[in-house]
T-cell receptor, first 114, second 115 residues
Framework: KAGVTQTPRYLIKTRGQQVTLSCSPI?????VSWYQQTPGQGLQFLFE???????NKGNFPGRFSGRQFSNSRSEMNVSTLELGDSALYLC?????????????FGQGTRLTVV | AQKITQTQPGMFVQEKEAVTLDCTYD???????LFWYKQPSSGEMIFLIY??????QNATEGRYSLNFQKARKSANLVISASQLGDSAMYFC????????????FGKGTKLTVNP
């Protein structure tokens, strides 16, 4: 059974550009959540999708957006990149809002903004 | 609001010994789940163990066990028979049940296993 797949693994972008990151959850999982990890702020929740609907959103500016497709794959987009957006972006896959369900992460996308 | 506290920035353990990583939490939710993840230098967040707040028994997964003390709001991870490959960052996280899948993480503990 394949795990959570994030692409690309590494990305270098210039300030002002935009970027799209992809996350394919474990087969059968319908919930995808995104997190940003930086040395200073640690792991911070970005947003959560279930059945193509955004269920929850973290405290990030509107430059950060996401979506989920009918096959549960999710993308997140960051527009007008800033140096501070350099981080490891992780996505987590789970069955959905079901009691006692585990959450599994992908390998992450390491974004560097120069 | 939920909060996870990991008070040990770094821990050292000798190979083959057991080690306990501390985690305390704060929440007003009556039902919640507690997680431990391992993050090697590669960056991948590896799921280790899960404990539901209403589980009567402490969770165990191989060499990992979770010492859950609900009254003290603690969920410590115990790794038995440490191996060199256990050297990594370890994160404790929690999630309220029945709603959002959002995980709240602690700041992590860096574990170093010495030969």
């Amino acid at each position: 059974k394949a795990g959570v797949t994030q692409t690309p693994r590494y990305l270098i972008k210039t300030r002002g550009q935009q970027v799209t990151l992809s996350c394919s959850p474990i087969s059968g999982h319908r919930s995808v959540s995104w997190y940003q990890q930086t040395p200073g702020q640690g792991l911070q929740f970005l947003f959560e999708y279930f059945s193509e609907t955004q269920r929850n959103k973290g405290n990030f500016p509107g430059r950060f957006s996401g979506r989920q497709f009918s096959n549960s794959r999710s993308e997140m987009n960051v527009s007008t990149l800033e140096l501070g957006d350099s981080a490891l972006y992780l996505c987590a896959s789970s069955l959905g809002p079901v009691k006692d369900t585990e959450a599994f992460f992908g390998q992450g996308t390491r974004l560097t903004v120069v | 609001a939920q909060k996870i506290t990991q008070t040990q920035p770094g821990m050292f353990v000798q190979e083959k010994e057991a080690v306990t990583l501390d985690c305390t939490y704060d929440t007003s939710d009556p039902s919640y789940g507690l997680f431990w993840y391992k993050q090697p230098s590669s960056g991948e967040m590896i799921f280790l163990i899960y404990q539901g707040s209403y589980d009567q028994q402490n969770a165990t997964e191989g060499r990992y066990s979770l010492n859950f003390q609900k009254a003290r709001k603690s969920a410590n991870l115990v790794i038995s028979a440490s191996q060199l490959g256990d050297s990594a960052m370890y994160f404790c996280a929690m999630r309220a049940q029945g709603g959002s899948e959002k995980l709240v993480f602690g700041k992590g503990t860096k574990l170093t296993v010495n030969p």
